[in-house]
């Protein structure tokens, strides 16, 4: 076992032993999967209740890159399932979103705007993308600090760097440096 994670092992079990161990919520929307597969690989590895949002009325492959991206470039939401995502018992919230033109998605948008019991919260942001993010976490991260959460750890994980498995250690080692502060 490397130093690294005996350490961490070691400041599970105090807070194990003092009843403090974190509650997380991972907060994510995907389109093709990745981002699931992103979200599910840091549930595993961390913890935590894995919460899907999902449209209402899904996009063909059409609209997606069509309405879709614009909606996304404009910031807007679209309508969710679950349309509120109350956060209160939750100590973490990691948040995920594939990028469409640059942007978090309507549905994560969407998510973000219908947070509950946000206040005081630390976050983990993510995002998916096929070349680059952008302005998707400045962005994130602006409208999450407009609910009062700090984001404590940011995120972009790009197809070459999702295929070769690498970079989602650094987003589980984002969430578990945020869950031992």
């Known amino acids: 076992m490397h130093e690294d994670q005996t350490r961490q092992v070691y400041n599970t079990y105090k ?10 919520s991972i907060i994510y929307h995907s389109y093709s999967g990745v981002t699931r597969g992103i979200a599910d690989k840091t549930q595993k ?19 997606a890159y069509t309405l879709g991206c614009y909606r996304a470039s ?20 990691v948040i995920g979103t594939p990028v469409w033109a640059f942007k978090a998605t309507p549905a994560i948008n969407a998510a973000i705007a219908g947070l509950k019991g946000c206040d005081g919260k630390k976050a983990v942001i993510f995002a998916t993308c096929g070349g680059s993010a952008k302005d998707t976490l400045s962005i994130l991260k602006k409208a999450l600090e407009a609910k009062d959460v700090t984001v404590v750890g940011e995120c972009v ?4 760097e999702i295929e070769e498995g690498q970079k ?11 869950k031992n502060r």
């Open 45 to 63: 590895a961390c913890g935590g209740d894995l919460i899907e949002v999902q449209l209402k009325k899904n996009y063909s492959s059409l609209t």
């Open 15 to 24: 807070k194990i032993s003092r009843g403090q161990i974190m509650k997380t």
């Open 157 to 160: 994980l790009n197809k070459k």
């Open 168 to 178: 989602v250690n650094v987003l589980i080692d984002n969430v578990n440096a945020a």
């Open 74 to 93: 404009k910031e807007q939401c679209d309508p969710i399932e679950p349309e509120t995502i109350d956060v209160s018992a939750s100590d973490l919230v």
